[in-house]
């Protein structure tokens, strides 16, 4: 059998950092781990050929080989997701697809004329595939009806990725989370009891990496890296020495809740086994938007004292942000500003609210008649998609403000500066690989922000004081300036479609209330 793996486009995102990729030669963030992933569980004598269509489109010679064609997708990816099952179709190519979106909302890749759709998790329902293409049967859903253990999960197919095209690469140490967030799909993906892979398979998952001569970001790409407080400690602590004996060949990256603050021993370990960045899940500094949403962990203490002790100890922390909870109140974009000039928080990812499939919010606003037309795509372009408690054309001016505010030049730049002189931890010396790409990319940014900007000044000022007194932590400091080239370009976009979709949300509003006057006055008459 002759599989074509194809990995659809990534429209433009706050995640793509499309503007830093291009200054450095690079083509995308991410690679699809779940597909490397799914490859490895496919028999041995199938022939696999992968497209991350990110980095380059298949041929039509790809198209004339395979037998068939396995898609996965994320929702953002969906009008691309659609094409290539039609193309597939179109071309008398079995079409098989799996992956987050088709396993919410199976309906989309069924209408588009998917044959196969291998949903939830592939360790229980790709064998079932399989099972099915062996009696061969032309059509067939399979679902799991239980989660997997994923101690069994294989060694994601690192070799089929043009792997020095990518930003960073993606392993997973556990899935599910342990928390009850009203509008999280996770928990509905892959339930709330984390599972967690053995230390062995993770440092074989990195031996891989190392002997590839990978040395860029490593994103851990858990739900919550500590939803298992046990077993990521008893991981951290046999990476930590591997770690050492090889030089700390690359840094760590990866998500896990607030609560992290609650445990010196998590933190005094993720920063000794080379972790440099973590990305948590803020949202608002609202407690009662907290509370509605069911993110109690999230109040139990100071939101800006938790930020500041997992800063102080070396992390540099990244957020998520949301506008649009229930009951919120005006002016709640404002709050969010001035919690990310505290906090000094560099990447602040602000969303609107959306409700996604299947999560327990969507299924509260279904049975209070509040949803509206449109599928959650988590782009910052994309209006809320239910009807909400104050006024939509406030959330979105607040959300445009705020957005704006945040990517202008200047306040970035001082705010991560103030992120990076918090930090007291000591890191670990993390090997730093200097190539075309970094010398392609750090001239450019100097001369955007050192040279052409009224950053100028300011630019050189931080740099030789980061250089001076926090000499460590020089290279993070340098690459999150370089991710603000991408911020300072995607707002303009961000703006132009929300400001567009204010407009025309205006004019509707306007014309049913003169419809409503209309109606009105007949009726009088």
């Given amino acids: 059998m002759k599989a074509l793996l194809l990995w659809p486009i990534m429209p433009n995102s706050f995640w793509s950092y499309q503007e830093t990729l291009d200054l450095a030669g690079l083509r995308s963030t991410n690679p699809p781990l779940g597909l490397i992933t799914v490859a490895a569980m496919l028999p041995t004598d199938w022939e696999i050929r992968l497209c991350d269509r990110n980095i380059r489109h298949e041929t039509d010679e790809d198209w004339a080989w395979c037998d068939i064609v396995i898609i996965s997708a994320m929702i ?176 760590l990256l990866t998500e896990a809740s607030l609560n992290l603050a609650e445990d010196d021993e998590m933190i005094e370990l993720m920063v000794k086994a ?53 009951g919120e109140r005006t002016g709640a974009g404002k709050r969010i500003q001035q919690f990310i000039e505290e906090t000094g928080i560099p990447q602040a990812h602000l969303g609107l609210l959306q409700a996604f499939h299947n999560t327990a919010m969507w299924t509260r606003l279904k049975q209070e008649n509040r949803l509206l037309d449109g599928l959650a795509t988590g782009y910052q372009g994309t209006l809320i998609n239910f009807k ?20 202008e030049p200047l306040p970035y730049l001082k705010r991560t500066f103030r992120h990076f002189m918090m930090m007291e931890g000591r890191r670990p010396k993390i090997k730093r690989g200097f190539t075309w790409h970094e010398m392609r990319l750090f001239p450019a940014v100097c001369y955007r922000q050192g040279v052409v900007r009224s950053t100028r000044f300011l630019f050189w000022q931080q740099l030789s004081a980061i250089a001076l007194h926090k000499p460590h932590l020089l290279y993070d400091y340098f690459v999150a300036l370089c991710f603000g080239e991408h911020f300072f370009t995607f707002r303009h976009e961000v703006k132009a479609i929300l400001e567009a979709k204010l407009k025309t949300l205006k004019q509707e509003e306007q014309a049913k209330e003169k419809e409503e006057a209309i109606n009105q006055l007949s009726r009088v008459s």
């Fill in 76 to 251: 953002i990816q969906k009008e691309d997701f659609r094409e290539l099952i039609q193309k597939g179709v179109a071309l008398g190519k079995k079409v098989a697809v799996g992956g987050p979106f088709a396993t919410s909302i199976p309906e989309f890749p069924l209408e588009a004329g998917a044959h196969y759709l291998i949903l939830d998790e592939g360790e229980c329902t790709i064998p079932m595939f399989l099972e099915a293409l062996a009696r061969g049967e032309e059509k067939g859903i399979f679902r799991a009806t239980e989660k997997p253990d994923v101690t069994h999960t294989p060694i994601p197919r690192f070799d089929l990725l043009d792997i020095d095209d990518y930003m960073s690469v993606t392993v997973q140490f556990s899935r599910g989370c342990p928390f009850q967030c009203e509008f999280c799909d996770i928990i509905t993906l892959f339930g709330r009891k984390p599972r967690t892979k053995t230390p062995e398979q993770m440092l074989a998952e990195f031996e891989v990496l190392y002997q590839m001569g990978w040395y860029r970001y490593v994103f851990v790409v858990d739900d919550n890296f500590i939803g298992n407080k046990r077993n990521a400690k008893v991981f951290l602590r046999a990476l930590i020495p591997w770690m050492e004996e090889r030089n700390y060949p690359f840094p």
């Fill in 274 to 326: 080379g972790f440099a960045m973590v990305f948590m899940g803020i949202e608002t500094p609202d407690v009662d938007s907290l509370a509605g949403i069911h993110k109690e962990q999230n109040t139990r203490h100071s939101l800006v004292e938790s930020c500041h002790k997992i800063t102080r100890a070396g992390l540099q922390i990244m957020a998520g942000f949301i506008l649009g909870f229930d």
């Fill in 388 to 407: 909400t408690t104050r006024p939509l054309g406030e959330i979105v001016t607040e959300f445009i403000d705020a957005f704006w505010n945040l990517y």
